[in-house]
């Protein structure tokens, strides 16, 4: 088999998955203080550098293309003696995505809800999900507003927290505020909040979230339990709709029915009680990696995107040169095998 198929192949993977970040980017450009993301690559001759060093295998053993599972006569013990063994990568290797975490233009807008933070730091969120469950989330979009009972909220209504992650209430009939470059609320000259902003010292532990927040990274206990929690709900929804489906079909028998209704229920009030544990002890994990931020907070401004419209797309243009080059490759081998096999071999 020709590598060079394969060589194209990962190259063009690699180049589309660039393109979908960058465009990604794009649609971003005017989201109030989104950080824009960019993924890595490694190139065969690095990744053959670290294979030449890797003990973990012998040297000498020929490798596959691709991930293969191999027969270990070692795990005596173990009734699974098949282990995955990692193949050779016979081109460019998909890195990891990152996010550029520098602070994007400020914007004035003298709108009295509006702030942003000058500095490194985030604002304290307070989530709701579908689940009705609570969490602190992170953002750096200030685009705030008040709420009809007086409670400073983001545009998507989720709860803006102070420093001691409470909500922050203001008195609705009052709409006129003030604030320093501590966080600190003002209305009539009396203090009413300090809005909560920390830091941390490892961003790798953040990850997106959707709505222009960031969360920390949940551990395997929470995302277990989110696994269990949305099986349970799937399972009473199932449920109801058997023994709706009966009751509309006349059926006069309906014990079984609502006894598994309400063990289904059952299960998921469980199933919920656990991911509620599971997330406050994630959160208590979290606040360990929160330190105090030396962001100064200003009043009637919005932080804009760090994103530079002109240099992404002209990384999109050398992104579709790469590919179209990539194409050509495999183009070019497909009428060489062509030609191997519809003349070259022709008597």
Known sequence: ??????TAYTGMINEQHRMDVMTNNLANANTNAYKKEGSTSQAFDTVL?????????PGNLPRNLSTSRVYDEGLVDDPNK?????????GVK??????????????????????????PGFFLVEYTNKADVTSV???RDGNFTMDAQGYLVTQDGDFVLDENRRRIKLDPNDSQIGANTNGDIYQDGNLMATIGVVD???????????????????????????????????????????????????????GDLE??????????????????????????????LEQESTAQVRNGVLELSNISIVSEMVNMIAIQRQYESNQKVITTYDESLDIAVNQLGRL
């Open 1 to 6: 088999m020709l590598k060079g198929l394969y």
């Open 49 to 57: 550098a670290y294979k030449i060093k890797d003990m973990s295998e």
């Open 82 to 90: 098949w282990s995955s063994r990692t193949g050779m990568s016979m």
């Open 94 to 119: 998909v890195g990891e995505n990152y996010t550029d975490y520098s602070e994007g233009p400020m914007k004035v807008t003298d709108n009295k809800f509006d702030f942003a933070l000058a500095g």
């Open 137 to 139: 989330k992170y953002t």
């Open 200 to 254: 941390f010292e490892d961003y790798d532990r953040l990850e997106h979230f959707g709505e222009n927040l960031y969360q920390i990274a949940p551990s395997d206990e929470v995302k277990s339990a989110e696994a269990a929690y949305n099986r349970a709900r799937t399972n009473t929804a199932l449920a109801e709709r058997a023994l709706n489906t009966a009751r509309a079909g006349g059926a006069e028998d309906l």
């Open 259 to 288: 006894a598994a209704v309400r063990a289904a229920q059952q299960r998921e009030e469980a199933a919920q009680q656990d991911l509620e544990a599971a997330l406050e002890g994630d959160t208590t994990a979290a606040r360990r």
